[in-house]
């Protein structure tokens, strides 16, 4: 089966005409979508809510985003002084995402938004610029296959659509199920390498509470239909550490399965991970502050991805106190200090609703 190509298929005439097998209904802040044409949402097909936990000022990119819709809500979250770039590799929805472009950019008045083609398993290849070359460089023989080679090594090495390390949140809206399983490394690999450290994976995909069986792997509308693709939801955590992710924590779950195909519950989950910063648990800055750091409990021990052990009740000391003051997990924690003028900063992640529930839209 070519994986690539049923779903480019089944997208393309979802680009024109709504499909409702592949929209999972989602609560969305309603504000967010008065700029948004009808159209867009009308053909959106998502599971979840990402844009949710974007913070204004920051750099977004959008893996797979279709019509445009979670692009256009990140961008009014992340203000004028923010940026957000949406990738996709579907032609009909790119062109309702750039179609659409101006029509939002003129309700709420500044433009910062880029929709880019290209594979989100590869973001260093910008497939625009690949197509202007070769129509300039039509390759019909050995000679011109190679000297493509050699472009596309050009691209990669002095100018990817993607940078290494410039991206603040990397968000994804039910797509990551749709990439060929032969490619998932890749994919989880990229998203690692554009974050920079600190950055944080926010991704809505669909799971399952059991492996897909190969059968139902070979069948193009059950993979274009974000089911045979669906990682099951230990597989799909442990794909994010193996990529080097830490702090990884379902946001989001939802409770009654999606769908159910052959006996197996299909149901949208949202991740958050985040790439980890070294230097700024070699900063120095935590113990440097006078403040102390105990774990809260419930549990006796916990540990973090890194290997790092907390016991309850226990003063965080040295990379442990440095650990512990990262943003991502630092409300585990209750901090003191013996200075009285001393007023610590709290950190919590913004919460979600459970997605996939109630009439809203899609």
């Given at each position: 089966?070519?994986?690539?190509?049923?779903?480019?298929?089944?997208?393309?005439?979802?680009?024109?005409?709504?499909?409702?097998?592949?929209?999972?209904?989602?609560?969305y802040d309603a504000k967010y979508l008065k700029v948004?044409?009808?159209?867009?949402?009308?053909?959106?097909?998502?599971?979840?809510?990402?844009?949710?936990?974007?913070?204004?000022?920051?750099?977004?990119?959008?893996?797979?985003?279709?019509?445009?819709?979670?692009?256009?809500?990140?961008?009014?979250?992340?203000?004028?002084?923010?940026?957000?770039?949406?990738?996709?590799?579907?032609?009909?929805?790119?062109?309702?995402?750039?179609?659409?472009?101006?029509?939002?950019?003129?309700?709420?008045?500044?433009?910062?938004?880029?929709?880019?083609?290209?594979?989100?398993?590869?973001?260093?290849?910008?497939?625009?610029?690949?197509?202007?070359?070769?129509?300039?460089?039509?390759?019909?023989?050995?000679?011109?296959?190679?000297?493509?080679?050699?472009?596309?090594?050009?691209?990669?090495?002095?100018?990817?659509?993607?940078?290494?390390?410039?991206?603040?949140?990397?968000?994804?809206?039910?797509?990551?199920?749709?990439?060929?399983?032969?490619?998932?490394?890749?994919?989880?690999?990229?998203?690692?390498?554009?974050?920079?450290?600190?950055?944080?994976?926010?991704?809505?995909?669909?799971?399952?509470?059991?492996?897909?069986?190969?059968?139902?792997?070979?069948?193009?509308?059950?993979?274009?239909?974000?089911?045979?693709?669906?990682?099951?939801?230990?597989?799909?955590?442990?794909?994010?550490?193996?990529?080097?992710?830490?702090?990884?924590?379902?946001?989001?779950?939802?409770?009654?399965?999606?769908?159910?195909?052959?006996?197996?519950?299909?149901?949208?989950?949202?991740?958050?991970?985040?790439?980890?910063?070294?230097?700024?648990?070699?900063?120095?800055?935590?113990?440097?502050?006078?403040?102390?750091?105990?774990?809260?409990?419930?549990?006796?021990?916990?540990?973090?991805?890194?290997?790092?052990?907390?016991?309850?009740?226990?003063?965080?000391?040295?990379?442990?106190?440095?650990?512990?003051?990262?943003?991502?997990?630092?409300?585990?924690?209750?901090?003191?200090?013996?200075?009285?003028?001393?007023?610590?900063?709290?950190?919590?992640?913004?919460?979600?609703?459970?997605?996939?529930?109630?009439?809203?839209?899609?």
């Amino acid at each position: 089966m070519n994986v690539e190509a049923a779903v480019r298929e089944r997208y393309a005439q979802a680009a024109h005409e709504r499909e409702a097998e592949l929209c999972c209904p989602v609560d969305y802040d309603a504000k967010y979508l008065k700029v948004i044409p009808q159209e867009v949402i009308d053909r959106d097909y998502g599971c979840g809510d990402p844009s949710k936990y974007v913070r204004p000022g920051e750099t977004v990119l959008d893996l797979g985003s279709g019509g445009g819709k979670i692009c256009f809500i990140a961008s009014q979250v992340v203000g004028e002084h923010g940026h957000v770039i949406g990738v996709d590799m579907n032609d009909d929805m790119l062109t309702l995402a750039r179609d659409s472009q101006p029509k939002v950019a003129e309700a709420i008045g500044y433009d910062n938004i880029t929709f880019r083609k290209g594979k989100i398993q590869d973001l260093a290849i910008d497939r625009d610029e690949v197509q202007d070359y070769l129509k300039q460089h039509p390759v019909t023989d050995d000679a011109g296959l190679r000297a493509l080679e050699a472009y596309l090594a050009e691209q990669r090495r002095e100018s990817p659509m993607i940078d290494d390390e410039t991206i603040d949140v990397v968000v994804s809206n039910c797509v990551l199920n749709l990439v060929d399983a032969d490619e998932k490394e890749l994919l989880f690999d990229e998203i690692f390498r554009v974050l920079r450290p600190g950055g944080r994976a926010v991704i809505s995909d669909i799971v399952c509470d059991e492996e897909v069986p190969e059968a139902m792997q070979a069948d193009p509308e059950l993979w274009s239909g974000c089911i045979s693709g669906a990682y099951k939801l230990s597989a799909f955590l442990e794909a994010f550490e193996n990529a080097g992710f830490e702090d990884i924590q379902i946001a989001v779950l939802q409770t009654e399965p999606w769908r159910v195909v052959e006996g197996i519950a299909f149901r949208s989950m949202t991740v958050i991970a985040t790439r980890p910063d070294e230097d700024a648990l070699q900063s120095g800055d935590v113990s440097a502050s006078g403040y102390q750091r105990v774990y809260r409990g419930p549990f006796k021990y916990v540990c973090d991805d890194a290997g790092r052990m907390y016991t309850r009740g226990e003063v965080c000391t040295d990379e442990l106190a440095e650990a512990a003051s990262r943003e991502t997990i630092a409300d585990q924690f209750a901090v003191y200090t013996s200075d009285s003028n001393a007023k610590p900063k709290s950190f919590s992640l913004p919460t979600a609703t459970d997605c996939c529930s109630g009439d809203s839209c899609c």
